[in-house]
T-cell receptor, first 114, second 114 residues
């Protein structure tokens, strides 16, 4: 069975500082990996995904994540955060089967302070 | 693309009552998923449909829970004889189901069982 671990429940950072949100997964088969973001009072939105190919994937708003198979990790990074990045971030994994269902981590709340 | 719509946004019910939630996916999406999210946790997979067929149910989905998707369009999730432990946010998501196209989530129905 798959599982996702997000060890940090909350990460406070100052504006313009770099940030890393950690994600580790467990699975006995090959997986797809995702980061979803939930802004206050909004639904979950896909931030970025790794399906195959380059292990470094990027989002349009400056986030990036790197798939590390040996460490079973998919950490999310941003070199300089903005106040508007304050949100809940969820890492998710999906087995390469026909259901495409996502298994989510417990989430990390990113709190950007001025 | 009007997005995934869920109704109602909030539902307060007394223990033992039955409740039903509705999800209207994006019109051309053939896959529909139900998730449950409790405070401080990530979404937990409940069940999914491809068109009108319910293809997988989580062990979290007890006999009191039933989901339908007649005609492969909207879906309903019914909880019979609600318990306080059923209090959660119920999320619906849909996707085209081609390869790993992203899930589009609704804003959820928040259920409070008193």
């Amino acid at each position: 069975a798959q599982s996702v671990t997000q060890l940090d429940s909350q990460v406070p950072v100052f504006e313009e500082a770099p940030v890393e949100l950690r994600c580790n997964y467990s699975s006995s088969v090959s997986v797809y990996l995702f980061w979803y973001v939930q802004y206050p009072n909004q639904g979950l939105q896909l931030l970025l995904k790794y399906l195959s190919g380059s292990t470094l994937v990027e989002s349009i708003n400056g986030f990036e994540a790197e798939f590390n198979k040996s460490q079973t990790s998919f950490h999310l990074r941003k070199p300089s955060v903005h106040i508007s990045d304050t949100a809940e971030y969820f890492c998710a994994v999906s087995e390469r089967d026909s259901s495409y269902k996502l298994i989510f981590g417990s989430g990390t709340r990113l709190l950007v302070r001025p | 693309d009007t997005g995934v719509s869920q109704d109602p946004r909030h539902k307060i019910t007394k223990r033992g009552q039955n409740v039903t939630f509705r999800c209207d996916p994006i019109s051309e999406h053939n896959r529909l998923y139900w998730y449950r999210q409790t405070l401080g946790q990530g979404p937990e997979f409940l069940t999914y449909f491809q068109n009108e067929a319910q293809l997988e149910k989580s062990r979290l989905l007890s006999d009191r829970f039933s989901a339908e998707r007649p005609k492969g369009s909207f879906s309903t999730l019914e909880i019979q004889r609600t318990e306080q432990g059923d209090s959660a946010m119920y999320l619906c998501a849909s996707t085209m189901g081609q390869g790993h196209s992203p899930l589009h989530f609704g804003n959820g129905t928040r259920l409070t069982v008193t």
